[in-house]
């Protein structure tokens, strides 16, 4: 039996998805100047994989994609549990 099996009867549960597309450091003074519309450039580029974490725990890679007209994130691989 897989872990996902183990999880079936629990199919409703709502759990938080994150996916962490890039960090990157700004000084207080830059943060501060942020408004409407700015923009924060980052170390990726479109198409690279991104970490996906589900509860905090990291699960796989996803990469952004556009899929009707909105951003979605395609994933790309899943840890299977150790």
Known sequence: MT??????????????????IDRTALTLRQILALDQNSLIKLS???GEN?????GGAHVGQGE???????VAVRIADLREED
Request: aromatic share 6%.
């Open 3 to 20: 872990a996902i099996d183990n999880f079936q009867a629990h199919g409703d549960v709502s759990i938080d998805l994150e996916v962490e």
């Open 44 to 46: 990726r580029s479109a």
């Open 50 to 54: 991104m970490d996906v974490f589900i």
């Open 64 to 70: 952004i994609v556009v899929a009707d007209e909105a």
